[in-house]
C-alpha cells in the first residue's frame, strides 16, 4: 500500500506520541508499504512553528533528514497538484489539507489521518 501522511500523523510518529493509531503505527512499520511524506508537511510545520503555534524547535530545518532516516519518501509539489488543490470544491480553507487531499488523489495515495474533512474530497484514508 502507498500511504501518504498527515502532517498530524507525522509528528506523533516522529515524537512516539500515543494519539497515532495502533492500525496507523502498524501501517507505518509495514515493510511493504511505501511511506510518503509531503514537503506541503514541512511547509506547515515551519510556517506553524514560526508563528509559534506549533513548537517544532526537535525538528525544524532537519526534517528532510529525519524522513530519510525513517525510511519514507520525499513528496515534492507540482504544478498539478496545485492546481488540483485550487479547484477542490467546498468550504475547507486550510491550503495544506487541500494539498494533501490533491496530491493523494493525483498519485493514488491512501492518507493516513484521523482528520475527517478527506472524505469530502474522495480521498481515500486510514487511521
Known amino acids: 500500500m502507498q ?3 498527515d502532517t498530524h500523523a507525522l509528528l506523533w510518529w516522529l515524537a512516539g506520541d500515543r494519539r ?3 492500525a496507523a ?3 507505518i512499520e509495514n515493510d511493504d508499504n511505501v511511506i510518503f511524506v509531503s514537503a506541503a508537511s514541512a511547509w506547515e510545520i515551519s510556517t506553524k ?3 509559534g ?3 517544532a524547535s526537535a525538528i525544524a530545518g532537519r ?4 524522513i530519510a532516516s525513517q525510511g519514507f519518501e520525499p513528496l515534492n509539489m507540482t504544478v498539478n497538484h496545485a492546481e488540483r488543490a485550487g479547484m477542490l470544491p467546498g468550504e475547507h480553507r486550510d491550503p495544506f489539507d487541500r494539498m494533501l487531499a490533491a ?3 493525483a498519485g493514488d495515495l491512501t492518507l493516513l489521518t484521523n482528520d475527517e474533512v478527506f472524505g469530502g474530497y ?4 486510514r487511521w
Do not use: F
Open 25 to 27: 503505527r502498524r501501517a
Open 63 to 66: 526534517l528532510g533528514a529525519l
Open 3 to 5: 500511504l501518504l501522511l
Open 122 to 125: 474522495g480521498v481515500r484514508t
Open 20 to 22: 497515532l493509531s495502533a
Open 53 to 55: 503555534k506549533l513548537d
Open 49 to 51: 512553528h514560526r508563528l
Open 103 to 105: 496530491q493523494a488523489q
